[in-house]
């Protein structure tokens, strides 16, 4: 297992995505422990109110700023 630096996923962000659709990615962050990995999106029977695009983005903006986590 190899714990990137948040340095080390800022200037290798594309490649480091790559990877975590084939197996988890771990970052430190302030003292934690951060696992990037894929999820599948489960569906719930409604139409979304969001598009994949929307939803994506938004998991992304978490991961950088804990307080916007849904």
């Given at each position: 297992?190899?714990?990137?630096?948040?340095?080390?996923?800022?200037a290798d962000?594309?490649?480091?995505?790559?990877?975590a659709s084939?197996?988890?990615?771990?970052?430190?962050?302030?003292?934690?422990?951060?696992?990037?990995?894929?999820?599948?999106?489960?569906?719930?029977?409604?139409?979304p109110s969001?598009?994949?695009?929307?939803?994506?983005?938004?998991?992304?903006?978490?991961?950088?700023?804990?307080?916007?986590?849904?």
């Amino acid at each position: 297992m190899t714990v990137l630096k948040p340095s080390e996923l800022k200037a290798d962000l594309g490649n480091v995505l790559d990877r975590a659709s084939e197996y988890p990615q771990y970052v430190m962050r302030n003292g934690e422990l951060l696992v990037i990995t894929k999820a599948e999106l489960a569906p719930t029977g409604e139409a979304p109110s969001l598009s994949p695009w929307e939803l994506r983005s938004k998991a992304i903006e978490s991961f950088y700023d804990p307080n916007k986590a849904w």
